[in-house]
């Protein structure tokens, strides 16, 4: 049971508290990605794991044994940096070899598991190159080499991808999963990347400015975003946000806007808000555009059309907010420019407290 | 296939470049020439006291006469180093300024490391700027005082080391008319006071280490004793290197006006090096031919030093002067 817990971790550099207490479980060989936007503390508290920033506060416990005071190397964990931290003066299989050296292993051992890890990563034709003779992504598989050499019950990742070029970012990414999926490590991955997040995650933690502000699998949180924050943070192009009524339709529910009506989930939650200002989020993709103007539609009006292939990104606005709507191309290209609104099914809305940002709608859906 | 064929294609190609270095040393003056006349006071300075001086350098090979000026003065030849290398003066000087050298760099040059290493270890700012501060200090003290602090120290009547010999029941010795003491005291003195200001560019060094080397080390479970031999110091090799090209280039040059300030005729005998060998017959007997031979042949041991070490340095490793 390697799990790693997080029991109201806080963190304080002097006054100045950056942490406020976090609580996480990740599972014994879960790979849990945290996520925020930069300063949210996420490196803090995953160096907080590794033991290179000491804990101010609540527990940390892995495998089961309180790691608090526990030294670095004792904590058996192994770290991926951003900027690799390879040693400029040792080649590649000294660099892999590097922890097992300090640890005193066996020649024969470590040579055996330095080929191993090379052949994992297709390093083996660059062993005796220093890194500076290595591209990016070649250097970032040795950093990689070297986290898994030692075979820790933990690996730890600070943004390991984010030096890279966005092709290579993808074909890394693929290969942490493959490799998470071949040696089964329990996982805890820094980023501020949603799509590497949405892409790597079993489960995602979203951080913003020392909290956590939902964990959930992928979907959980792509569907049923706990407030505002965490729904405007994942997907791409953003959640769009737009303020509206709610009001009482015949059936259920409905959502006034400067531009029209629509329908919104019965939930009695909603039921019971009439008359309260919200902020209604809709994805993107979930928006179905319309080119006459019907009773359960929004009016809206085109700006521009961003054709990007198999779909398009119709840039429009709804009374002066603006609203991304994403749409198939094919057999669409002509009805696209005479778009006037749009509409979305219920369970597909969520609907926020305007002030809070906390989501109203609850459950809708399920992931 | 590509030899004459090859070789062909190149001719033209060459003249076109040469003419186009030219251009474009010529574009280079025009568009920078502000920082031409920034260089141009080093350059003067160059010239009037490095190579201008080095026209006098032929009275090595002539018999000088003041009064005939160094154009005049008829030229001899070789006659001046073969008074020299016959000489016992100027070979027991030779030998003097070899061991001396030989011991300072062995002893010396690796102080000004350990010193840098040791304050990068220092985990309180205030105790480590005070130490540095200490070390750093005789370095900005003149020469002159340095030696009459030693000469205090060491003197047989009053001096702190000999009272504290006395407290172990030792005789006071005279250590600064013994010639068996000179070196390890004139090297001890330079050390100190020049180790401090010299570990300022390790320690420089250092401060360029990335800190997520360390922190990949303490992850992977190095102690403070092993990171330094695994990281710091390969990480400053390149420096060392480069120190060291410089430390043996330079190594004939021993502190001339410590000796000067240290030696007595007593202690001649391993203090006498060529430099002051040199201001001896130079400027107190007024051989300034004969002493011209022995500079000469000091700067072309020398040159052959810096050149040998950076070749040696360059092949055995991708770091060199130049
Ligand atoms: N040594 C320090 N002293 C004071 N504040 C610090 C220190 N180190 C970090 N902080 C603060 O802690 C907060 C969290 O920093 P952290 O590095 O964890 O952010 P992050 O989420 O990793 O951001 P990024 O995505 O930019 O890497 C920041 O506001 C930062 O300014
Ligand atoms: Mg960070």
Redesign the pocket.
């Known amino acids: 049971m390697s799990g790693v817990k997080l029991e109201s971790i806080v ?1 304080a ?2 006054a ?1 508290q ?2 406020h207490g976090i609580d996480l479980e990740v599972e014994e060989k879960e790979f849990v990605v ?1 996520v ?12 907080m794991v590794a033991g290179l ?1 000491e804990i101010s506060g609540g527990e940390l416990t892995i495998d089961g044994r309180v790691m608090n005071r526990v030294a670095p190397k004792d904590r058996d964990v192994a770290m991926v940096f ?1 900027n690799y931290a390879l040693y400029p003066h040792l080649d590649v299989a000294n660099n892999i070899a590097f922890g097992l050296k300090i640890r005193k292993n066996s020649k024969e051992e470590i040579a055996a598991s330095v080929d191993e890890v090379a052949g994992i990563l297709g390093l083996t034709d660059y062993l005796e190159r220093k890194p500076s003779d290595l591209s990016g992504g070649q250097r970032q598989r040795v950093a990689m080499g070297r986290a898994i050499v030692r075979r820790p019950k933990v690996f730890l990742f ?2 390991p991808l984010s030096n890279l070029d966005a092709k290579l970012r993808t074909q890394m990414r693929a290969e942490i999963k493959r490799l998470h999926k071949r040696l089964g490590v329990t996982s805890i991955y ?3 990347d949603q799509v590497e997040a949405m892409t790597l995650a079993d489960r995602i933690v979203v ?1 913003n400015d ?1 909290r956590i502000e939902q964990i959930g699998t992928p979907m959980e949180l792509f569907l049923n975003p706990v407030n505002a924050f965490v729904a405007g943070f994942l997907g791409a192009p953003p959640m769009n946000m737009i303020e509206a009524t709610i009001g009482e339709g015949d059936t259920s529910p409905v959502a006034n806007f400067a531009g029209g009506q629509l329908a919104l989930s019965k939930l009695s939650e909603l039921q019971n808000s009439v008359g309260r200002k919200v902020t209604v989020g809709i994805r993107p993709e979930y928006a179905q555009i319309v080119t006459e103007a019907t009773l359960g539609s929004v009016a809206c009006d085109l700006d521009l059309v961003e054709t990007l292939g198999s779909e398009a990104l119709l840039h429009t606005t709804v009374g002066d907010e603006p609203f991304v709507i994403r749409t198939e191309t094919l057999d669409k290209m002509d009805t696209l420019e005479s778009v006037t609104g749009f509409t979305a099914q219920p369970d597909l809305i969520k609907v926020f407290d305007a002030k809070t940002g906390l989501a109203l709608s609850g459950q809708t859906r399920e992931a | 296939m590509n030899g004459a064929d090859g070789h062909k294609a190149d001719t033209p190609k060459v003249a076109y470049t040469q003419r186009s270095r030219m251009n474009r040393i010529v574009d280079h003056l025009k568009r920078d020439w502000q920082l031409y006349v920034l260089l141009l006071p080093t350059i003067i300075w160059l010239v009037v006291f490095l190579y201008k001086p080095m026209y006098g350098l032929q009275i090595a090979f002539k018999d000088y006469s003041i009064f005939k000026g160094v154009a005049n003065s008829p030229w001899i030849g070789f006659e001046h180093f073969e008074t020299l290398f016959s000489s016992e003066g100027f070979m027991r000087a030779l030998r003097n300024t070899i061991a001396i050298s030989f011991w300072s760099l062995v002893i010396g040059f690796p102080v000004p490391i350990i010193l840098a290493l040791m304050f990068n270890e220092i985990l309180n700012r205030r105790y480590k700027s005070t130490a540095q501060t200490i070390v750093y200090l005789p370095h900005f003290i003149s020469s002159v005082i340095i030696a009459g602090i030693v000469i205090t120290a060491f003197s047989p009547s009053a001096g702190i080391v000999n009272t504290a010999l006395s407290w172990f029941g030792i005789d006071p010795i005279y250590f600064l008319t013994r010639p068996d003491w000179f070196r390890p005291i004139f090297i001890g003195t330079t050390i100190w006071q020049e180790a401090g200001f010299q570990s300022i560019v390790y320690l420089a060094a250092i401060a360029g280490v990335s800190p997520t080397l360390y922190e990949s080390a303490v992850v992977d479970g190095a102690s403070r004793w092993q990171m330094m031999w695994k990281i710091t110091i390969p990480c400053i090799l390149p420096t060392l290197i480069i120190m060291l090209i410089i430390r043996i280039g330079n190594m004939l040059e021993v502190s001339f006006e410590m000796i000067i300030l240290l030696y007595q005729p007593s202690t001649y005998e391993t203090a006498d090096v060529v430099n002051t060998f040199i201001y001896r017959q130079g400027l107190q007997n007024g051989q300034y031919d004969f002493a011209a031979a022995a500079g000469l042949f000091n700067a072309v041991v020398a040159f052959v030093l810096v050149i040998g070490a950076n070749s040696i340095a360059k092949r055995y490793s991708r770091t060199s002067l130049w």
């Open positions: 963190k550099y002097g100045l950056v942490v945290l925020g936007p930069s300063g949210c503390g996420k490196s803090t508290t995953l160096r920033e951003q600070d943004e820094v980023t501020h951080m020392g």
